[in-house]
């Protein structure tokens, strides 16, 4: 599963979400948790899978989800 703008969580929404958080995950989702706006942790259900996910070119790079989220901020606050 690749990494989308919308797994971004920062992390003192993550401490206050956890066990939300953890479900969404076991349902399939994979999370990027973010501190200072950069990514931090990868909270995803089955490491292998991850893994497997990586090897096949179907994950994004972590740091280009994020550097999409900040762009899509910008210019949402731009108007």
């Not at 953890?22 to 706006?37: D, H, S």
């Amino acid at each position: 599963m690749a990494f989308s703008a919308r797994d971004g969580v920062p992390l003192s929404q993550a401490r206050a979400t956890i066990y939300d958080l953890a479900e969404q995950v076991k349902a399939g989702a994979e999370k990027i948790i973010t501190k200072n706006g950069e990514s931090y942790v990868a909270i995803i259900d089955d490491a292998s899978k991850g893994l497997d996910d990586v090897i096949a070119g179907k994950a994004n790079d972590a740091q280009d989800t994020l550097n999409a989220m900040k762009r899509r901020r910008t210019a949402k606050a731009r108007g």
